[in-house]
């Protein structure tokens, strides 16, 4: 399986990470890679912010504008993508959500964050909802892919 990993540093502008997502999409089809997997990180449609940033003001539905982008960007490289979210919950505070696309473009699962860090004083439980403990693994070109934030 080949994987191509991005190295990313997200803005608090989710339309300006969407642009350079579409640049790192661009360059990973002009390199001639052709992976199966490609794989955004943590944070990629909207950084964190300070500590007083309201997540859940940026929060998306999962069939909002950044998994839109994820499923264009999975049909150009024809490839399985992974980015990460924060999605809009009812709770109020968001998920940190990872969600997978497949090559044709639709949602094939989604992981909310467990394990939230708290730890240094920095909180993260006061700004994001935890996920339920449910593992999800999927299949990518033949490989299981487990999924974890």
Do not use: C
């Not at 992976?35 to 500590?51: I, N, R, W, Y």
């Not at 109020?92 to 497949?102: C, F, H, I, K, S």
């Amino acid at each position: 399986m080949k994987v191509v990993l991005v190295q990313l540093a997200s803005a608090t502008d989710s339309v300006a990470n969407r642009h350079a997502m579409s640049r790192w999409s661009d360059r990973i089809r002009a390199g001639g890679a052709e992976p199966d997997l490609v794989v955004f990180p943590e944070g990629a449609m909207h950084d964190f912010g300070t500590v007083d940033h309201d997540l859940s003001a940026v929060a998306e539905p999962l069939d909002g504008p950044y998994v839109e982008a994820l499923s264009t960007h999975a049909r150009r490289l024809d490839a399985t993508v992974i980015g990460h979210m924060f999605e809009r919950s009812e709770s109020g505070l968001p998920y940190n959500t990872q969600v997978v696309v497949a090559q044709d473009g639709t949602v094939i699962a989604t992981y909310r964050k467990i394990h939230l860090y708290d730890s240094f004083g920095y909180a993260e439980s006061d700004r994001l909802s935890a996920g339920g403990i449910t593992p999800v693994v999927l299949d990518v070109a033949g490989v299981p892919v487990g999924l974890m934030t």
